[in-house]
């Protein structure tokens, strides 16, 4: 065999591989293409964290997020909801307070702009958009004092927007709900 057969020979044995590696990437680059438009249609007709809205204009005047709303109760079941307003640059409370070993459900919705929420030392950490309700469940296993610092660049004054959680027995958070009669439990009592 001639050296000019062998280069042609060898040429035709590396256009095979090429295209088949060219066809092997293309329908890789397809399948990939498929799960993201997929799931980018999937998740756009049911958003997981946009499942309830509010209206920010009215959280002030009516619904579940007014002033006296905020904070933490106990449910009839015995669990706990705490409702949060973010707002530049403050949640409101500053101070939340919740029960160790109890199932406490986070709802919380932004007066403004995009807020983040994260509690320090737990896996606790939300997006909160004006317009809908954020909600998640967590327990809180034994008694602490817990930092709450917006993670979401809200402004100017983003670096000072912060609250605490702070944890402590159910006994101690049954007295303090005796204690204070109202439907808002905070830090001081």
């Known amino acids: ?14 256009e095979r591989i090429e295209r088949k590696w060219a066809i092997a990437m293309s329908a890789i680059l397809v399948v990939l293409v498929a799960i993201v438009i997929f799931t980018g249609l999937h998740w756009a007709m049911m958003p997981p964290s946009r499942v309830e809205t509010v209206q920010p204009e009215t959280l002030n005047s009516s619904g579940e997020f007014v002033e006296e709303n905020l904070g933490s109760a106990i449910e009839p079941d015995g669990s706990v909801t705490v409702r949060i307003v973010a707002q530049q640059y403050s949640f409101t409370p500053q101070c939340i307070v919740v029960p160790a070993n109890v ?15 994260l509690i320090t030392g737990t896996n606790i950490n939300s997006m909160i958009e004006p317009g809908y309700v954020s909600t998640f469940r967590t327990t809180f296993a034994q008694p602490a004092d817990h930092l709450m610092p917006c993670h979401e660049f809200c402004g100017t004054g983003h670096q000072g927007m912060w609250a605490h959680v702070k944890v402590i027995d159910r006994q101690a958070f049954d007295a303090l709900e005796r204690h204070s009669g109202a439907r808002r439990l905070s830090c001081a009592g």
């Open 1 to 14: 065999m001639s050296a000019r057969g062998t280069g042609a020979a060898s040429g035709s044995v590396i």
């Open 103 to 117: 199932p406490i459900t986070f709802r919380a919705t932004s007066a403004d702009v995009i807020h983040g929420m």
